[in-house]
């Protein structure tokens, strides 16, 4: 009996999961980890270091759409190498700052190279390999960042007490270099055409084995993305990624403090692993729910899951509470990496997908970047996160009617 070959594409998420897995973690999970030693060192304040990567993230509003069009246009091969070299010497370049202009200025450099070689190309090399199974392809690309987050936040503290902060950002930087680099240059490609392939499932010929899938379903917009700025759909999406943004930017950037300020830092460290490590695991649960149900049931049970979170954390007084929190937020996590492009490719088809994933990541960014902000400011003004929580939960509902209300009014608008 011959042995049936691997479709290519599964090497694809092989090669985006060694992407997220290594490039994503050092600008989110673990960036705090140096503030201590940096600021001490530099005499600067907490701010003043968080600045630097709001710097990185805000450039995501300015320049996603472009880089989504370059991307998508160009060599997307030759794009990203040259993007992961420039971010290894961009981070690198960290370790030899004297001030906190030298921080700017390579989180500059970091955030335009990041943009260009991490989450918007593995999306749309996803998004183009795979017409079957595209949930679960995408949420075991995205659950890199959970796994680099868990493999390498031992690693900097370790590196951080033996080495210090600026050997540790160099360290850090040919980690990158030695894994993401290759995997960019010798598994992935852009399209599956460019290897006379076709996409994953576009060729299956039993329909009744097949997934039931939205994407089964999927036809591309009639309109171009440029036409869609006056739709009512269109904002409604946009709406939506603008909320993820902020809840998911909430949420982990300031749970940490108030887990620490109820119950101590051992049991924040105990919530944090809870739910990085069921986050993993949450990703590959709604990428298969979008495969077999469509993106509609995978929308609502991660954002259901994700607000419901929320109740749980405003009885957190409570340790018990706090563990089931964990479990659910860990759940519906995925909603702030996989649901986004899966809820684009469901919109708008993979034709337009590039430019209009550009446009949806820079709403998402504007969100990243005033999210942790906002929940600070309610806690500095009310003296409590209770304000927070609530209105945390009110977006997490809004970005859930945004995106299915998005892609039920897009129908009529698809190709016939």
């Given at each position: 009996m ?7 594409g599964?090497?694809?998420v092989?090669?985006c ?9 050092p ?5 705090n980890k ?9 005499g600067l304040?907490?701010?003043g ?9 805000g450039?995501?509003i300015f ?6 069009s ?7 091969r ?9 971010f ?6 960290y370790?030899l700052?004297q001030n906190?202009?030298?921080?700017y200025?390579s ?24 017409t079957?199974?595209r ?13 680099g ?10 590196l951080?007490?033996k080495?210090?902060?600026?050997h540790?950002?160099?360290?850090m930087?040919?980690?990158v ?21 076709k996409?994953y ?7 009744k ?8 379903k999927?036809?591309d917009?009639?309109?171009?993305v ?7 759909f269109f904002?409604l ?5 603008l ?11 300031q749970?940490p403090p ?9 049991i924040?460290?105990a919530?944090i692993s809870i739910?990085?490590m ?5 990703k590959i ?16 049970c ?5 607000a ?8 957190g ?5 706090l ?7 860990g ?9 986004p492009p899966l809820v684009?490719a ?7 997908y590039g430019?209009?994933?550009g446009i949806?990541n820079?709403f998402?960014q ?10 600070a400011?309610?806690y500095?003004?009310?003296?409590a ?9 009110i977006l997490?509902?809004?970005?859930l009617?945004g ?6 009014l897009?129908?009529k608008y698809?190709?016939?």
């Amino acid at each position: 009996m011959e042995k049936k070959k691997i479709h290519y594409g599964w090497y694809i998420v092989i090669g985006c999961l060694l992407i997220t897995c290594t490039m994503v973690p050092p600008i989110m999970a673990l960036s705090n980890k140096f503030l201590i030693q940096v600021t001490e060192e530099l005499g600067l304040s907490r701010s003043g270091f968080t600045l630097a990567n709001t710097i990185l993230q805000g450039l995501g509003i300015f320049i996603s759409p472009m880089v989504s069009s370059r991307l998508a246009k160009g060599d997307m091969r030759k794009i990203q190498c040259i993007s992961i070299i420039g971010f290894a010497l961009s981070y690198a370049s960290y370790s030899l700052a004297q001030n906190a202009i030298h921080l700017y200025i390579s989180s500059v450099f970091i955030g335009v190279f990041w943009l260009n070689s991490a989450l918007i190309p593995v999306s749309m090399m996803i998004t183009n390999w795979f017409t079957k199974k595209r949930g679960l392809a995408m949420s075991i690309a995205m659950a890199g960042i959970g796994v680099g987050g868990t493999i390498f936040s031992p690693i900097v503290t370790m590196l951080l007490e033996k080495y210090g902060w600026r050997h540790t950002y160099q360290i850090m930087a040919l980690i990158v270099l030695v894994i993401a680099l290759p995997a960019a240059f010798f598994i992935l490609r852009k399209r599956p055409e460019d290897i006379g392939l076709k996409p994953y499932g576009s060729d299956e010929a039993d329909t009744k084995t097949a997934d039931k899938s939205s994407d089964k379903k999927e036809s591309d917009l009639s309109l171009e993305v440029q036409q869609c700025w006056p739709k009512f759909f269109f904002w409604l999406m946009l709406i939506g990624m603008l909320c993820n943004g902020l809840i998911n930017s909430g949420s982990l950037g300031q749970f940490p403090p108030a887990i620490e300020e109820m119950h101590g830092p051992a049991i924040q460290a105990a919530i944090i692993s809870i739910y990085s490590m069921v986050g993993i695991f949450g990703k590959i649960v709604l990428g298969r729910l979008n495969d077999r149900f469509g993106v509609v049931v995978s929308t609502v049970c991660g954002c259901v899951a994700f607000a419901v979170s929320f109740i749980f954390m405003l009885m957190g007084s409570n340790v018990t509470m706090l563990y089931i929190m964990a479990v659910l937020f860990g759940l519906g996590d995925a909603i702030g990496t996989v649901t986004p492009p899966l809820v684009t490719a469901a919109v708008f088809g993979t034709k337009k997908y590039g430019q209009a994933y550009g446009i949806a990541n820079s709403f998402t960014q504007v969100g990243l970047t005033c999210g942790s902000l906002m929940v600070a400011a309610i806690y500095d003004g009310t003296g409590a996160y209770t304000s927070a929580w609530i209105l945390l939960f009110i977006l997490t509902i809004v970005t859930l009617v945004g995106w299915i209300g998005s892609y039920a009014l897009s129908r009529k608008y698809v190709e016939k």
